[in-house]
């Protein structure tokens, strides 16, 4: 490996570096993190940037490890560094006739917006700043200038509380009898100097240091600790940034924008963050330093003032934006700063911003030939196209908590606005909806039969449970907002109402939740639909809007780039035909069970579940029979000429019996059994760990009835279809699959009954017959399954609880939260593919499924398919498509491009 | 591939055959099944045999396959063969001047006694037989020869009930006024004859066939049909034999034992297989045939009365026997026929026997210089070891007659001790067993038909039969209690009971039978443990039993054998003793969690779960330390110098706090909490699917008080015996780890307080902290946790639960069986490693241990530690040891001394 120096000079060769560095497989920003590598480059680039060198990640890592110690030869090469810098800048640290003052900063490979410690002024002290003062003629400046290094060394190095020393500016205003900062005098600021260092030595014991380069040191000691203090950690984890990869320590050359009127700083974006409108965007602050414009605390003025106030700079920093962008192929989030009519940068990096934005601009780019297409995919966070398809909450009405007072925030487990009264059962949900009433489903948590009410709700909101949970699984299912594990909120189900934030809420009452943020309101706080979604449709005043202009230009770039298919997890003919408009290729998981709880066909399922001989359950199957052909005749239906994968009966058979009494009373009625005779049925299909019990194809094996009945209501609807002139592509899959010969049994009967139909029809039909791979034992055996099967689908929700053991419904609010803290994981593996555990059975599963039959199709229907991180995975290990929720199609899209682009295959 | 026959001469060269074999790592039973073999090898040997030819296992795959179908060319090849049986004999088969009549007998390569069908006296025809009564004299013989041809045929072949022939000699009988069948007229069986025909016309439609080729294929068809007939495949199930192998089909000329007083038919062994005493042990019918003595029908007399009826018979017979035993180096089990004071052996096979009979051959057949240690070792299966240390009857109980009335003394057919209510069916002993009843099946006779309820019965009883009837034989084979040939004992199957002794027993009265000494006593005799475990212990009595001291030679040298360790599973100072004493070399699994049940312990316990503060908490665990430390100071000291795997806690919380209102009231009241907080409590702790919970590690990571305490005892009570000068070596094992930062997390604070005790104490003491894998991920990612951890013990019951998606409790009475059944799965994979499916994530896991960690120490711990199949398989993957629990000791030591002779690392 090619020697690497722990320091390195803004100016020094960086494409030499990166050469070295590509031959470790890492880039500049893996060493000198995000802003020395920029500065870098834009130094190199002869963009004027005050002069500086960079302390390296590695060195950070270092240090951590030997538990904060500076690495051998660290102090020679910082000084070795110093004595440089203070050749070119012809100053010294620490000279009173000619100081150099320095910045001392941190800097990771990942953007940490104000997460890490930031010195300024370093060089700093008595006889420094009188000398300073002379030569400026501008006390007021240079004091001001010290006041602010005692404060930060205070705070950053020795973790003073900086409410200490802004005391010390108020009181001396106070004694002044002034309220602003700036009016404060030269004088009064050299007292706030003296006051901080009594504070300092008072808080310590230890004078304030006066050597520059014991400053020094100890700063780059705290900024290197700063890597892990509690704000960094938090976020990392919520970020998803490795906790080790260190942050390098930028030392730069102080350049002063409160040197007076023809000074100043700013912060800037070449484009509009928020709508992605080609125009500098950004605040300028005159005669402040750069902390100012952030903490807010002047309001500044639009950048767009600074070509009025000083073109000719204006102009300059207008060049610079231009060139960056071109530089950089995106669009930049700059910090500047004007000393004395001479332009500065002090930063430049990628810049974040809002979905639409991230469209647009990656559109713009490309329309104006900054970028490839492929360039402009990777410029969109797959992710963030969640924000452009949910109906949003009107941002103004939101923030007004006098009208809709915020109760709480849960866990947001499917974005989207949604408001209604709120009621708390699933019928009077059915019943409000049917009255034309919006509603909104609350429950301590929802079960399969609720399914009824929460399709009619607006959304849905339970007191516990994660993001896995039921609620939150068919929410997003059904793209519905859900927002749940709300602990603070106390639902009483026999008074109707619940309790949070020492707020009553009674049925009947309005709530608005947002999926997105998790946030529960009091109110029907106003919403705006999702203009994408509007003009898919074929509204056409939607079709006319930016956000649907761009998103329709941008997808089809998605499509031409991926090799991974997209299909869609859909039950209905509605959902299934927005996700075609979403861009869906087919179903990859229609589920039936939610099928058999309407109102005329429960009661034939709990009759052939109780049945006690075959003739009562075939009965009870063939009056389920006209009811399910009904439901996959809709379905195939609706996506004509695409494949349409339908599960098979999945959940244990106790899910459909009545738990209580009452309800048992009802069943033992209709059935003509007596109520205890139900409560002994009931009772023995309880199971102890639901989970893992007999349920999927262990039914299909056991209790045939069912499957029949599904395999040949499947294909009488095709039949039917296909006489119709329509062309259905039926697939039948099997879930629960472990045994080889389970799946034998049940392909064996199937067949048969399809082509007992198909027969009897007299029409051609193209099927398949395949099975979900969702017990760890399915991925182990795969060359097995393989042979007798025509596709694989990775049910990797059920996966992932047997290979971790881990219920979510147990778990995931339990314990998973306590895992990520602890760093025990990086991310629940509900949320993301665990690659190292779950992926490897996968890999074997589709390395040992091809082997043993070439014509395996195999993808994934597990909610992980709409993940982005997920999807590039799965595009990896040689998937062939991905199947997900109708509004997360859009960026299984883009994820998918995004990973053909960086992985081709 | 060296091209095989499909059809075999007995005297062609078995030498050539076996070595085309051996090129394909075949055997020669592989190819003509076990019967076939045999009947080769001894032609070849010059052992009288009558001649004949069999038809390959191979042949009957094919035939299977093809859906019934004769492959090419089979018939041919058939007939070829008895043209050379015909040359040989000088007679020809359906010849009346010089007739050929041959038997067609399955024979598998395993032996599945009863299982399969056979058509005796084929070739028979009206012209065959007056002419062989012209030539013989003897015509009652001829025609009781042709109606049991006619019987079977009817039977085997084309499925008509036995009993409406039977009927035919019924009437017969009848109309001749006689009882017994030797009684019956040669005029009378005659007629017996053609009534039978008139039955197959009737039944059939058709008319007996003449053409004896016709009969001879239809016959062959229906023997390679029996291959999957229902009992064929229970019984291949029950004895876990693969389904494809197909039996093989032996045409073999008739001799008869039925031609007078110098004739008869026996069956023997070459030792007593109850005992295993060096003795000819069997029996002989004079002038019947085979199968008058299996079928228990006559009862026959002892094989040692030949020796006075017959001495020179007797003498070959024996010389015979002795020349077996060199040539299989094993005991025989024959069956043979005398006509007309001729022998002919007819079958040889090793021969079933119970353990105590199987360890003393195994030492004898050694002392006497037959066979070397290891195949004295592989003489025993090691499973049936557990019949040895099984209790037998509490002598002074036994002889208490006043409590135990003694009813009658039977055939001591398979020794063991068995109390259980009395069934008069198969059907009933299933069920009975289903709800967890003991029986004893109580039968005239048993049948194939009765296997499965012999399987579910304590014990078997039968009114007929001898030593070698079907009770006997599948009694022994299964280690089941059995006591035959009770004559005096008199059953009515209408009423319900039995009469013995003047006493009239009912169904579902206790009856005790004690297999070794015959007896049938009345009531539930109590048990005391075996003579084994009471030698071992150190009983001199028991030292002096033969079984004792044939086992203490035994086993030693399974020790000597072995590579693999032998610990065990025992949570009790009692149970560990007992294993030591069996063999164990330490404790692989002393579970901790059924320590918190003790009444001072619980509520200090379930304090500790319901706390709300760490001080709390806290308190409540310092409560439990001193119990801890007590319980493992006892189990370490009673393992002195050997290694205790200690668990930490493994099941959830919740299983300690009370479900029902009543008991949470009570624990209220003690925690001076509100009931209603408790049931919160309960209900928040509940889980919907406990098994993928919140338990084990995790616990150990959210909740660390119960860990923490738990270790501290564990090394307290190490470092005080270090103290008192034992030497104990305890091992720290955490349960349920799935992912490496677990363990990370549990193993730093385990040795933080590790060492603090040991500081404290001032001692030396050895340690180790090491893991369960169960959970599948744990496999997947084996060598991260590798890393940080000193041992693997496999959890395999929870990986086999996890890998296959199966709760035991919801799973193995509910569609395990069916799976069985169905032939999904050949055994429960909780009973036996399922090899290809959990086996695969074994290897995996201990490949990458042992990549990662070459020092790692790797176990099992599952209930499969004790299972001779799992065993052999962890040996092959290379685990350092098995444990189970302390019974299975002996088994696991013999399996792997098995493993080791079959696979040698």
Same mark, same amino acid.
């Given at each position: ?15 030499? !570096? ?66 440089? @810098? ?6 010294? %640290? ?18 940490? =917006? ?54 010390? !500016? ?90 007076? $009127? ?22 300028? !602050? ?24 000083? =073109?000719?700079?204006?102009? /300059? ?61 990777? #410029?969109?966070?797959?992710?963030? #196209?969640?924000? %452009? ?68 709700? +607006? ?57 997105? &943020?998790?946030?529960?309101? #009091? ?54 035909? @927005? ?19 309407? /109102? ?23 009056? #389920? ?29 106790? +899910? ?10 009802? !069943? ?95 029409? $051609?039909? /193209? ?63 509900? +949320? ?34 709409? /993940?982005?991180? &997920? ?35």
């Amino acid at each position: 490996m090619a020697q690497l120096k722990r320091c390195y000079l803004f100016n020094e060769d960086m494409a030499a !570096l990166q050469k070295k560095l590509e031959a470790q497989g890492r880039e500049l920003r893996d060493l000198l993190g995000g802003k020395g590598a920029n500065l870098c480059l834009m130094t190199n680039a002869g963009i004027p940037v005050p002069p500086g060198f960079t302390i390296t990640t590695d060195t950070c890592i270092d240090f951590v490890e030997a538990g904060g110690q500076f690495p051998d030869g660290l102090e020679d090469e910082v000084l070795d560094s110093l004595h440089k @810098l203070e050749e070119q800048t012809g100053k010294r %640290l620490g000279d009173a006739d000619n100081p150099l003052l320095v910045s001392v900063r941190s800097g990771a490979k990942f953007s940490m =917006p104000g997460m890490m410690d930031t010195v300024l002024n370093l060089g700093m002290r008595e006889e420094v700043a009188e000398e300073m003062a002379r030569v400026t003629g501008d006390e007021r400046f240079v004091w001001d200038a010290y006041r602010r290094f005692v404060m930060m060394f205070g705070d950053v190095v020795k973790g003073i509380d900086r409410e200490v020393f802004e005391d010390c !500016l108020t009181e001396v205003k106070r004694l002044e009898g002034v309220t602003e900062d700036i009016e404060v005098s030269a004088a009064g600021l050299r007292a706030v100097v003296e006051l901080e260092k009594q504070v300092y030595e008072e808080q310590l014991g230890e004078e304030f240091p006066v050597d520059p380069q014991e400053q020094l040191f100890a700063t780059i000691r705290a900024v290197f600790g700063s890597w892990n203090n509690d704000r960094a950690i938090a976020y990392r984890e919520l970020n998803r940034i490795a906790h080790d990869l260190g942050t390098a320590v930028n030392i730069q050359t102080m350049v002063f924008g409160n040197m007076g $009127e023809d000074s100043g700083t700013g912060v800037a974006f070449t484009r509009n963050p928020a709508t992605g409108k080609k125009e500098i965007y950004g605040d300028y !602050l005159v005669n402040a330093q750069g902390e100012d414009v952030v903490a807010g605390i002047r309001t500044p003025m639009a950048i767009s003032e600074l070509d009025k106030k000083m =073109p000719e700079i204006y102009q /300059e920093f207008s060049g610079i934006c231009e060139r960056l962008e071109k530089f950089y192929h995106d669009v930049q989030d700059m910090e500047f700063t004007v000393e004395n009519g001479k332009l500065w940068m002090l930063q430049t990096r990628n810049g974040k911003r809002t979905a639409l934005a991230a469209v647009k601009i990656a559109v713009d780019l490309f329309d104006e030939g900054l970028i490839t297409q492929e360039e402009a995919l990777m #410029l969109v966070p797959p992710q963030q #196209l969640d924000q %452009l398809l949910h109906p949003q909450f009107d941002p103004a009405a939101r923030e007004d908590s006098a009208t809709y007072p915020h109760l709480t925030v849960g866990v947001n487990a499917s974005p989207g606005a949604a408001a209604g009264k709120v009621v708390f059962t699933a019928e009077e949900a059915v019943a409000a909806a049917e009255e034309g009433e919006r509603v909104v489903l609350v429950r301590h948590e929802t079960s399969p039969e609720d399914i009824r009410g929460m399709a009619a709700a +607006e959304g849905i909101l339970t007191s516990t449970g994660g993001k896995t949970s039921h609620a939150a699984i068919v929410g997003r299912m059904m793209g519905k907002p859900c927002v749940v594990g709300c602990s603070a909120m106390v639902i009483d189900y026999d008074k109707g109402q619940f309790v949070a934030a020492d707020q009553v809420v009674a049925e009947g009452e309005f709530v608005s939740i947002d999926g997105a &943020s998790g946030e529960v309101m #009091l109110g029907d706080v106003p919403t705006t639909e999702s203009d994408i979604i509007l003009g898919l449709k074929g509204d056409e005043a939607a079709q006319q809007t930016e956000v649907y202009q761009y998103y329709t230009r941008f997808m089809p770039w998605a499509d031409e780039s991926r090799s991974l298919g997209v299909q869609t997890n859909a039950d209905t003919p509605g959902d299934a035909e @927005l996700a075609v408009l979403l861009g869906a290729g087919g179903i990859g998981l229609a589920r039936t069970e939610h099928m058999f709880f309407g /109102e005329e066909r429960l009661p034939a399922f709990q009759r052939m579940v109780i049945a006690e001989n075959a003739e009562e359950r075939e009965a009870a199957a063939a009056e #389920l029979l006209p009811y399910q052909r009904e439901d996959f005749y809709g379905i195939l239906k609706a996506m004509d000429n695409k494949p349409v994968i339908i599960r098979l009966l999945d959940p244990p058979l106790h +899910e459909f019996l009545p738990d209580d009494p009452e309800d048992q009373q009802v !069943l033992a009625e209709l059935t003509g059994k007596s109520a205890a005779e139900i409560e002994d049925i009931v009772e023995g299909l309880d199971e102890a760990n639901p989970m893992l019990g007999h349920r999927g194809c262990r039914l299909g094996v056991t209790f045939p009835t069912i499957y029949r009945m599904q395999v040949r209501a499947i294909f009488q609807a095709a039949c039917q279809l296909k006489q119709e002139g329509y062309n259905p592509i039926p697939e039948v899959m099997i879930p629960v699959v472990g045994i080889v010969g389970e799946l034998e049994i049940i392909r064996e009967y199937s067949e048969q009954i399809a082509e007992e139909v198909i027969t009897q029809t007299g029409v $051609e039909l /193209e099927y398949k017959i395949g099975t979900m791979i969702e017990i760890p034992r399915a991925c182990l055996v795969a060359d097995e399954i393989a042979q007798v099967t025509d596709f694989f689908s990775f049910g990797t929700n059920d996966l992932t609880q047997m290979t971790f053991g881990f219920s979510r419904d147990d778990v995931e609010g339990k314990f998973i939260p306590a895992y990520v803290t602890q760093h025990i994981i990086a991310v629940s593996p509900f +949320e993301s593919i665990d690659q190292d555990g779950v992926g490897k059975l996968m890999e074997m599963g589709v390395k040992l499924g091809r082997q043993a039959n070439a014509a395996l199709e195999i993808g994934i229907c597990g909610e992980h398919g709409g /993940e982005p991180a &997920s999807v590039e995975f799965c595009h990896r290990i040689g998937l062939d498509y991905v199947s997900c929720a109708p509004l997360r199609v859009p960026i299984a899209r883009l994820a998918a491009a995004q990973a053909q682009i960086e992985h081709p295959r």
